[in-house]
C-alpha cells in the first residue's frame, strides 16, 4: 500500500473560471478566430465510419474462442468505443449539425451512441453543458469527485483501483452530486440502445455483445487514452485548473487534449482547436501541458500529493441555469 496523500479536501476558490476573460481577450487581440466557429461537417462521416468499422468486428468476433474476444475488446474495441465517446462530446457542442440544428445534433448523438452498448448521449449532454458554465461547481459539476473518492481512494492501491474503476464512478456520480429528472429524449437514448443491443445478440450472439460492452468499460477505465480524464483538471500544479495534451493520442480523439483552448472556445469544433493555439500562441504555450497521458495516469498513482481531491471547486453565486 501506498502512502496516505496529505490532502483531505478539495482546493476551494473564490474566484471566477479564467476560460470566459481570457476568451474575451483572444477575440479582442484576434477577431480572426471567429472565423472557426462553425460546424465541422467532416465530423459526420467519421462518426459513420466509426460505426461501419465496429458493426464489422462485432461480425468477425463472434466465433472467435473468449480469450480472443476479449483481447480485441481492449487492443481494438476500446480504442473505437472511447474514441466514439469523445465523438458524442463533440455533438454535445453541436459541431456535426451547427447550434441552427441543435435537434440533429441530439438524433445524430444516439445514433454515435449505438456501438458503445451503453446509453450516454443525451446524458452526457445535459451535464457536460454545466461542467463548461458552472467548471468546479459544488454540487453542479459532476466532474468533480465526490467526498467520498477523495477520501477514500487515498493511497496509490486505492488510487490505481480508482482509475480501473472510472467507467463505474462517471455513471454513478451524477446520481449522487446533481441528479435531474428523466427527459423525454433519455428514454428515447435508451430505447434505441436496447433495440440495439437486442438486434447484435440475436444476429451475432452473445460474443459480440460482451465484446461491444467489454470495449466501453475497458477503454474507459484503465486505458492510455483515459489519461484525459486526469489530464484535463486535476490539479498537479497549484493555481492551475485545466491542462492541455498535445501528444499523438489526439489523432483519436478529435483533439479532446487541446483542453484550455476547448474550454476557452467551446463552439470551436475539435478540428480547429489546433489552429485556435497557434493563432493565440501567447496565450497557450507558457501554460502548463502534457505530452503523454500514460505518463499522467503513472504521475497521478505514484505521486503522494495528487488524489481525487486535487480539483478547484466552487461556491456558485447568482442564478444557476441547468440544462
Known amino acids: 500500500m501506498g502512502n496516505t496523500v496529505a490532502r483531505e479536501d478539495f482546493e476551494w476558490v473564490y474566484t471566477d473560471q479564467p476560460h470566459a476573460d481570457r476568451r474575451k481577450e483572444i477575440l479582442a487581440k484576434h477577431p480572426e478566430i471567429k472565423a472557426l466557429m462553425k460546424p465541422d461537417r467532416h465530423l459526420i462521416w467519421i462518426v459513420v465510419l466509426i460505426v461501419l468499422a465496429q458493426l464489422i468486428a462485432f461480425y468477425l468476433v463472434k466465433d472467435l474462442d473468449w480469450k480472443w474476444v476479449i483481447f480485441w475488446a481492449y487492443v481494438f474495441g476500446s480504442c473505437i468505443s472511447h474514441s466514439m465517446t469523445l465523438a458524442i462530446h463533440e455533438i454535445s457542442h453541436n459541431s456535426a449539425f451547427g447550434n441552427c440544428k441543435a435537434m440533429w445534433n441530439r438524433w445524430f448523438g444516439i445514433f454515435a451512441n449505438l456501438p458503445l452498448g451503453l446509453p450516454y448521449s443525451i446524458s452526457f449532454k445535459r451535464y457536460h453543458m454545466d461542467h463548461h458554465r458552472y467548471l468546479g461547481g459544488d454540487g453542479i459539476d459532476v466532474d468533480i469527485p465526490t467526498d467520498f473518492e477523495g477520501w477514500f481512494f487515498c493511497t496509490r492501491s486505492r488510487k490505481f483501483i480508482w482509475i480501473v474503476l472510472q467507467p463505474l464512478f462517471y455513471a454513478i456520480r451524477p446520481l449522487c452530486i446533481n441528479p435531474k429528472p428523466i427527459s423525454r429524449l433519455e428514454i428515447i437514448n435508451l430505447l434505441a440502445q436496447l433495440s440495439f443491443d437486442v438486434l447484435i445478440y440475436y444476429f451475432w450472439g452473445i460474443k459480440s455483445l460482451c465484446y461491444m460492452l467489454a470495449g466501453s468499460v475497458l477503454g474507459l477505465g484503465l486505458h492510455p487514452i483515459s489519461g484525459h480524464f486526469i489530464a484535463e483538471h486535476y490539479m498537479f500544479l497549484?493555481?492551475?485548473?485545466?491542462?492541455?495534451?498535445?501528444?499523438?493520442?489526439?489523432?483519436?480523439?478529435?483533439?479532446?487534449?487541446?483542453?484550455?483552448?476547448?474550454?476557452?472556445?467551446?463552439?470551436?469544433?475539435?478540428?480547429?482547436?489546433?489552429?485556435?493555439?497557434?493563432?493565440?500562441?501567447?496565450?497557450?504555450?507558457?501554460?502548463?501541458?502534457?505530452?503523454?497521458?500514460?505518463?499522467?495516469?503513472?504521475?497521478?498513482?505514484?505521486?503522494?500529493?495528487?488524489?481525487?481531491?486535487?480539483?478547484?471547486?466552487?461556491?456558485?453565486?447568482?442564478?444557476?441555469?441547468?440544462?
Request: aromatic fraction near 16%.
Open 238 to 323: 497549484k493555481g492551475h485548473e485545466t491542462y492541455s495534451y498535445y501528444g499523438p493520442l489526439n489523432l483519436l480523439t478529435f483533439n479532446v487534449g487541446y483542453h484550455n483552448e476547448h474550454h476557452d472556445f467551446p463552439n470551436i469544433p475539435g478540428k480547429s482547436l489546433p489552429l485556435v493555439k497557434q493563432i493565440a500562441a501567447e496565450y497557450y504555450d507558457n501554460l502548463p501541458q502534457y505530452n503523454s497521458w500514460i505518463k499522467v495516469l503513472y504521475d497521478f498513482v505514484m505521486d503522494d500529493t495528487i488524489s481525487p481531491y486535487s480539483r478547484m471547486k466552487r461556491h456558485l453565486k447568482g442564478d444557476v441555469k441547468q440544462e
